[in-house]
């Protein structure tokens, strides 16, 4: 029988998979909502990542930054706040938002000792990664936020602005953070296990870019292409996330060396997903959670995984899906999505 393992790697081959690749998960705000009721569906979800772990011991418990009214800094110097429990909070301070006051003398954190917003913790990773090797799962590495990281640090407006009259501090704060990535990525590289790195950064609004694709290009193409390249060298598969309107600069992420492309349905379209990346990158679609998943009959879920299947089929290989499950979608919905997906993977 085939392995989740084996089913991944013959999809990024293009290679007919066994059955559809999948990736799924509930944000913490599912967990507090639904609880116990829960645990059979995440039991049966389909999943080619991760081993279900058994029952929770505390749906309450958030990690920092999706704790309601809590105030937390992270390793960066971000200071975020979260106002509904189990929804990642937004930055409130911005450590480099004032006038670029301290930037000669900001130190980012050690890349090797960092996860996003809170210190690695490896033995916590040793112990997953274990679990998932044993399981036969495909494993994945976490890579590090580019552009993100930029506005993180800079507010938002400001990144707009240095952007529009070309400061050059942010050139070297883009740099800054290109070195800081291309270290952090080691941690993961290390290990003969991590089949594939995962990188994001949220570049889509929901009918366009956030910047243009020009600015794109001049500011940040050499800088994927830089991580990306770094992570093939060490004969691994680059895997990027982005949430919005992404498809003008396809092409670009293609041509710096993505393996795999996670892109959402409603905003980009399923056709104009399969016309951009048809034969040229695997591409994992993102279910539509702006309808079909909140609002749709449980119906009109299956028809819609069905509907991104079928405009999908003939790429012999290279089609994966992936739902991450919001507290706004009824279970009902969670249980249709989970019919849908052992249908599609047999």
């Not at 591409?283 to 079928?310: A, C, L, N």
């Amino acid at each position: 029988m085939i392995t989740d393992r084996e089913r991944v790697l013959k999809s990024l081959k293009w290679e007919q998979p066994h059955s559809l690749i999948v990736e799924s998960g509930f944000s913490p705000a599912t967990w507090k909502k639904y609880r116990e009721a829960l645990e059979p569906v995440s039991a049966r979800m389909a999943n080619d990542f991760n081993v279900y772990s058994g029952p929770r011991k505390d749906y309450d418990q958030m990690p920092p930054t999706y704790r309601k009214d809590d105030v937390f800094t992270d390793a960066w110097g971000c200071v975020w706040e979260c106002r509904v429990d189990g929804m990642e909070g937004i930055i409130k301070h911005h450590p480099l938002a004032d006038r670029w006051a301290g930037f000669e003398s900001y130190h980012l954190p050690d890349p090797l000792k960092t996860a996003d917003k809170v210190p690695w913790d490896q033995r916590a990773f040793e112990h997953e990664l274990k679990k998932n090797v044993n399981a036969h799962k495909y494993i994945m590495g976490g890579g590090d936020r580019f552009w993100e990281r930029i506005h993180f640090l800079r507010g938002y407006e400001n990144t707009m602005i240095d952007l529009a009259e070309g400061e050059p501090r942010l050139i070297k704060l883009i740099e800054r953070v290109i070195e800081y990535n291309l270290r952090s990525i080691q941690k993961f590289l290390q290990y003969d296990e991590v089949d594939c790195i995962v990188f994001g950064d949220d570049w889509g609004e929901q009918n366009r870019l956030m910047i243009s694709p020009r600015t794109w290009r001049e500011y940040f193409f050499s800088g994927y292409q830089a991580m990306f390249q770094a992570v093939r060298r060490a004969d691994r598969a680059i895997y990027f996330h982005t949430d919005g309107y992404l498809m003008p600069i396809v092409p670009d992420l293609i041509e710096a060396g993505a393996d795999i492309i996670n892109l959402q349905y409603r905003p980009n379209g399923v056709h104009n997903i399969r016309e951009a990346c048809l034969n040229k990158v695997c591409v994992s679609v993102d279910i539509d959670r702006q309808h079909f998943m909140p609002w749709g009959t449980p119906g009109e879920v299956k028809d819609h995984i069905r509907e991104i299947y079928t405009v999908m089929e003939g790429w012999n290989g290279g089609l994966w899906v992936k739902m991450d499950v919001y507290p706004d979608t009824p279970l009902e919905n969670i249980i249709a999505m989970c019919e849908v997906f052992e249908e599609l993977r047999r």
